[in-house]
């Protein structure tokens, strides 16, 4: 074990992951319980009830107990390393501003609690979707649940198999792999909370190669449900949400992508709101990217219009908006003719 550092707390995890390993502990995620704890304060909210129901090292719960007010109490559970996060809450007793009870129960045992939480964290290994399952009805109406999915290759259409039986989809390597990912899983998380008469909406997200992260709010089931397709050209980067078996632009074959989320990605003046409490420079420029970030579907790359057109590759500040999904990605609401022409026109 090893002493780590990390926002305002301390606490023992192994240096190492390895098999064996007893505590896991990623210190690459730090970027992502930094946006947490911003996320959290940004909702300006306090007295709630929050349960990080897969607490590994603690690190999480402990962190958003003592970086922010909004808690009245943090659960932290853990099926295997409970003895290691109360040990480590007692190392932060000084810095913690509510309540913090340890538990060692199955994740999937939720479903059978009295318990409801205002803030409800599932952060498993792999799919989060078995879990879903047990904690959504768990999660009270107008909270807040924060979900992590680390099987990028079945969201991303490289394990087709395990992507149509996890999330009921079909996904497809495209340019924007990523995004048809986050919204494979989001159309998931809704289709769950449908089977409790709920609704979710996405409020925030965070995707890191195979690691997707994103937070909802629970609500009232909402029939305009916004799922759908993406027709992707097999032969040019063209795509329509109309159903089409042929792309418009050159007449080959579409792929059907999903279903999918076709609704927004996240809520933008939560995310205006967490820009201004950012201090970090790097989450500071992931916020300012994704305020200025269009709500069109799918995004383009510089790349991939590059290779299409057979000439140069440009600087992505030339075109619609950025997304924090890719460097050289952006968004355009125009259609793709008048995109190309544009691209064209800056040689
Ligand atoms: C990815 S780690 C959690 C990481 C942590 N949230 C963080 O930010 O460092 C997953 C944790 O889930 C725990 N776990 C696995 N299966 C579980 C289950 N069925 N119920 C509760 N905890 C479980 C493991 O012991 C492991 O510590």
């Known amino acids: 074990m090893e002493l780590f550092t990390e926002g305002k707390i301390k606490f023992f995890a192994e240096n190492k992951q390895t098999r064996d390993s007893k505590v896991f502990f990623n210190p690459m995620r730090d970027f992502d319980r930094d946006l947490n704890v911003i996320f959290i304060n940004a909702l300006g909210k306090h007295e709630l009830r929050g349960i990080d129901l897969f607490g590994g090292s603690g690190v999480r719960g402990l962190r958003l107990a003592s970086e922010t007010n909004a808690f009245n109490l943090m659960r932290i559970n853990d099926l295997k390393t409970s003895a290691i996060i109360s040990k480590n809450v007692k190392l932060n007793t000084s810095k913690l501003k509510s309540k913090i009870d340890v538990t060692s129960f199955d994740a999937t045992d939720i479903y059978s609690s009295k318990e409801g939480y205002d803030y409800l964290d599932i952060d498993p290994f792999g799919s989060p979707v078995r879990y879903l399952l047990q904690a959504m009805p768990k999660v009270r109406y107008g909270g807040v649940m924060a979900l992590t999915a680390t099987d990028g290759a079945a969201l991303y ?33 809704e289709e769950i909370a449908n089977m409790y008469d709920r609704s979710v909406t996405p409020l925030f997200f965070d995707v890191r190669r195979h690691y997707l992260r994103v937070y909802f709010r629970a609500g009232k089931a909402d029939a305009r449900r916004k799922l759908g397709y ?33 609704g927004r990605l996240f809520e933008r003046d939560l995310v205006k709101t967490m820009y201004n409490l950012a201090q970090d420079e790097r989450v500071k420029r992931y916020l300012q990217t994704m305020k200025g970030e269009s709500d069109a579907v799918s995004y383009y790359t510089t790349a991939e219009l590059a290779s299409y057109l057979k000439s140069k590759e440009k600087s992505v500040d030339a075109y619609g908006t950025k997304t924090v999904l890719n460097d050289k990605g952006f968004r355009s609401e125009r259609e793709f003719k008048d995109m190309l022409e544009e691209y064209r026109k800056l040689e």
């Open 157 to 189: 259409g490289k394990a087709t198999r395990a992507g149509t039986l996890k999330y009921g989809a079909k996904s497809f390597k495209t340019s924007y792999f990523n995004e048809v990912g986050l919204r494979i899983l989001i159309k998931r998380t």
């Open 230 to 262: 993406i027709y992707q050209c097999t032969s040019c980067p063209n795509r329509s949400l109309m159903h089409s078996d042929h792309c418009e632009f050159c007449g080959e074959k579409n792929i059907e992508i999903g279903p999918l989320w076709l």
